[in-house]
């Protein structure tokens, strides 16, 4: 069960059971290599991950289209308890910092401002994921629900999921 207070007007929620330990899920969500091979929903890839993992570190990545174009992210970890508990925000950057507002004006391009929450608890057959994406107005929330979060972070999940099971030496 979520520990983190869900409002139905601003957050959106992902929850799932993966058939993996919880070490393994933590391994996936917080190592660049791994990070790279699962955290945007295929064809998309990341050409570039760095994790400071410690309150106040950098998440950084750089999600690719399959054209080529680049998406940079930058983002600061608030909160990290091994194995339970990991939470970002798309609102400041490494050490604190502010994040600098996007520009542009183009829908599909709009910077969602969010902070995501990241639960993992330990089940009999694996592990139960929580996700919550909080933002900071009802708009955009909706913009970040229109933009496919559910299939989006749904399938990236997924993805990690087969990952770690094929690769269940890591």
């Not at 990991?86 to 004006?105: D, E, F, Q």
Request: glycine share 6%; with cysteine; net charge negative.
């Amino acid at each position: 069960m979520s520990t983190t207070p869900i409002d139905a007007e601003l957050d959106l929620m992902l929850k799932r059971e993966l058939a993996v330990p919880v070490n393994l899920v933590w391994r996936g969500l917080t190592e660049p290599e791994l990070l790279k091979k699962w955290f945007v929903p295929k064809p998309w890839s990341i050409s570039d991950c760095r994790v400071d993992l410690r309150p106040g570190g950098e998440f950084y990545t750089v999600m690719q289209d399959p054209e080529g174009n680049k998406f940079p992210n930058s983002g600061c970890f608030l909160e990290v308890t091994d194995e339970k508990r990991l939470i970002w925000t798309s609102a400041l950057v490494k050490n604190y910092r502010p994040a600098v507002p996007a520009t542009t004006s183009d829908k599909e391009c709009a910077h969602i401002v969010m902070t995501a929450v990241i639960e993992l608890q330990p089940t009999s057959s694996g592990t139960r994921y929580t996700a919550c994406a909080m933002h900071n107005t009802p708009g955009q929330r909706k913009l970040h629900e229109e933009m496919g979060f559910h299939e989006g972070w749904g399938t990236t999940i997924t993805q990690l999921e087969e990952l770690l099971k094929q690769e269940k030496a890591y």
